[in-house]
């Protein structure tokens, strides 16, 4: 059968049946004229077994080790499915993440969630501690916090040169398909699939909450991702939602 019928009979649409085809968890064929092809029963059968999962973990900062995390993570709840591309990037943005969390949060404890999906890869990394924005604010001698967003995204803020580069939270929100950031009141979201960013405001307190998205199906090579602002950061003015 083609895609279309496919996705018809599995209700979904099929741009998400050529996804899953292409991250293997449901088999198929290419004709040589570039068709794939699908046995009805096998799709059904891979589309009943696809399962999210999902780990939740609550852990101390101190002696935390991001590269451990991260292995734990996989193990408990691997990405079996998603392309190499996208482990790489998701394994990316975590690790900066934490670290991110351990090295300067002034924190004690740090909640986790990894979610595995069949369409993409999700991570959510929340601390106790006082705040990105308001880290780089003190940090900086700045006026606000949106004066301290706007300086995290230039790519080149740290608050302790001597222990981090400054520039993984700048680099995640480039390298995740999307990625929202919430912290003193204010929360950044940069949507890399429409090339748009928008800024609201933040209910999550104590601290910081990081998320980023990978679709699973990606081919983007970390490596060859172009880290650069979207056009209306730009701008001077902001989108604000609730």
């Known amino acids: 059968m083609r895609i279309k019928e496919v996705a018809r009979d599995l209700g979904v649409s099929p741009t ?7 991250a293997g968890v449901i088999p198929h064929k290419v004709t040589q004229g570039g068709h794939r092809l699908f046995d009805l029963a096998e ?3 891979a589309f009943r077994r696809r399962r999210d999962l999902r780990v939740e973990l609550e852990l101390p900062l101190a002696g935390l080790e991001e590269d451990k995390v991260w292995d734990r993570l996989e193990a408990q709840a691997p990405p079996r499915h998603a392309t190499e591309q996208a482990v790489r990037i998701a394994r990316y943005a975590f690790t900066e993440l934490v ?10 404890k740090v909640s986790i969630r990894w979610e595995v999906r069949a369409d993409k890869l999700r991570a959510e ?19 606000d916090h949106r004066s301290a967003l706007a300086e995290l995204s230039k790519g080149k803020v740290t608050t302790q040169p001597d222990r981090h580069s400054g520039e993984g939270l700048f680099f995640t929100s480039r390298a995740a398909d999307y990625f929202d950031l919430q912290a003193n ?29 990978v679709d699973a199906a990606t081919t983007r090579r970390l490596s060859l991702i172009h880290i650069s602002a979207p056009t209306r950061q730009a701008e001077t003015s902001y989108a604000v939602f609730c």
Request: hydrophobic share 45%; aromatic share 8%; net charge positive.
């Open 16 to 22: 998400y049946i050529r996804k899953l085809a292409d």
């Open 43 to 45: 799709a059904r059968a």
């Open 99 to 108: 670290n991110n969390a351990i090295d300067h949060s002034g924190g004690t």
């Open 125 to 143: 990394i929340g601390d106790d501690g006082i705040g990105a924005f308001e880290r780089i604010r003190i940090a900086k001698a700045l006026p």
């Open 185 to 213: 009141g204010l929360r950044w979201i940069v949507d890399n699939r429409r090339a748009d960013f928008a800024l609201g405001n933040s209910s999550y307190v104590p601290g910081t909450l990081a998320m980023f998205e």
